[in-house]
């Protein structure tokens, strides 16, 4: 339905048509609507933009110990991994504060172990996907439009899914279409793009949010972005996936839906930037219960998904904090949890989730354009979800044939060396103890390189 020829297709002649219109509008027509003047970098204010990236990630671990494996461990043998993300962002303008956004993306390769056997999995690049060779699909397909609510003027620099121009400084943002809700919520300065900082997936998300999404990140959803002075509210609606982190999407929303709400504070001690946010969310879907299988593991095969049936929710929070503490030096704070009753359903088998770091840039040793990290990772499961592991239980990331249970906690050291303007090139190491929450198998010591081309 849609294919990738077609949308872009449909894109060129959209933006055609609209180059005309907005010839016969005022500069000035409305309030929302960014001014023709240059901005204070002294760039136009841009109609329409394309920018590129593409990101290889190269991933080993050498043999660990381990007592036992089970169908969804990860090897225990010495083994690496490629995987790689390319984008095309394009974005135009519509009409007076409004822009489309479309994002082709192509993907291939595939993780460590096929993607299993840790849940708060070290490359943020890799999907839980069956098939590693290269396929295209359509990331974004997205309707932003901006109402400007005064509050003064401001520049928005040019970049990826955003045109150069002025706005107003208060802002009302609605979107709908095809996007990740994390382009939205639970955002961090410090610890949110896996393609540039970080790389583990607890630490680009907080990962007790289960967030709605299809197997690559993504869903169709609707959200509202309140933007006032030091503070935002934000609330949103995305579908679910019909099946557990697959791409097959759930349209009837009497059934199954993703509901998010989120305030932020921003604030300046000292005349260091900060802000901490406070998500809660509640999705509804057909999961399987924990309970209903642990109550009868031969009826079920001792296997959640043959419980699965709709009316079933998950609901939790997730906090993330930054705080610029010198003018090359950063730190973060993440904390989630969900009730734990129901398996997991999009992103990572994680129901309590704390996590934290130092972001330093490469000031002090006169390279301001690099960068390196440290992070650590904690992560824990419920009751029911420890037991229905124990037993022998599977979900679609973890499942050792048995357990002895353990927090599983990951460390994240990176460091990103600038080599041109578009090109960077990262190194990580990330020791892993517990993994799968399991006390019988590791650490496991993974080492990862990452290339990433952005213009």
């Known amino acids: 339905m849609f294919s990738p020829r077609r949308l872009l297709f ?9 180059a005309y219109a907005e010839a016969d509008v005022p500069a000035a027509s409305t309030a929302a609507q960014a001014d023709d003047a240059p901005t204070p970098e002294g760039g136009a204010r ?7 990236q593409t990101t290889v990630g190269v991933q080993a671990h050498p043999s660990f110990s381990a007592k036992y494996s089970g169908q969804n461990s990860m090897s225990a043998d010495a083994e690496s991994a490629t ?9 135009t303008r519509l009409w007076p504060g409004a822009e489309l956004i479309f994002n082709p993306e192509l993907s291939g390769g595939k993780g460590l172990s096929r993607t299993l056997g840790v849940a708060a999995f070290p490359s943020g690049l890799v999907y839980r996907v069956g098939d590693p060779a290269p396929v295209i699909y359509v990331a974004r397909l997205q309707l932003r439009q901006v109402v400007g609510l005064g509050g003064g003027r401001t520049a928005v620099d040019a970049g990826p899914n955003q045109l150069a121009g002025m706005r107003d400084r208060n802002t009302l943002t609605l979107s709908a279409g095809r996007f990740a809700v994390s382009d939205v919520f639970d955002s961090n300065r410090y610890a949110h793009d896996p393609l540039e900082h970080f790389f583990n997936w607890a630490l680009f998300a907080s990962g007790a949010w289960d967030y709605p999404a299809d197997t690559r ?18 609330a949103g609606l995305a579908l679910e996936p019909q099946y557990a982190n697959l791409t097959p999407m759930e349209w009837r929303i009497d059934k199954a839906r993703g509901l998010m709400a989120e305030y932020e504070a921003r604030y300046a001690p000292s005349g260091r930037h900060g802000a901490t946010r406070l998500l809660l969310y509640l999705n509804d879907a057909r999961m399987g219960s924990y309970e209903q299988v642990l109550n009868a593991p031969e009826r079920y095969a001792n296997d959640v998904a043959a419980t699965r049936a709709f009316g ?5 929070f997730a906090i993330s904090s930054e705080q610029e ?3 090359s030096l950063g730190a973060f704070l993440r904390v989630s949890a969900n009730d734990g009753r129901n398996e997991t359903w999009a992103f990572a088998e994680i129901d309590r989730s704390l996590a934290g770091g130092v972001v330093q840039n490469g000031s002090p040793w006169h390279r301001g354009d690099d960068e390196a990290g440290a992070a650590v990772v904690f992560d824990g499961i419920s009751s029911s979800h420890r037991r229905y592991l124990e037993g022998g239980g599977h979900g679609f990331m973890l499942g050792d044939g048995a357990l002895k249970y353990g927090v599983e906690t990951v460390f994240d050291f990176y460091y990103r060396a600038q080599i041109t303007k578009n090109i960077n090139l990262s190194v ?17 010591q993974v080492f990862s390189g990452r290339l990433h081309v952005a213009l």
């Open 217 to 234: 990140g993504y869903t169709w959803a609707a959200t509202a972005d309140l933007s006032m002075d030091w503070w935002s509210a934000r």
């Open 312 to 316: 079933r929710t998950k609901y939790g």
């Open 428 to 444: 990580f190491y990330q020791p892993i103890i517990n993994p799968a929450y399991n006390r019988d198998r590791g650490p496991v």
């Open 83 to 91: 995987a790689f993300v390319s984008t095309l962002f394009a974005d």
């Open 10 to 18: 449909a894109f060129l002649l959209l933006r055609s048509h609209v």
């Open 325 to 327: 503490l010198t003018p």
């Open 46 to 52: 841009e109609f329409w933009s394309l920018h590129f």
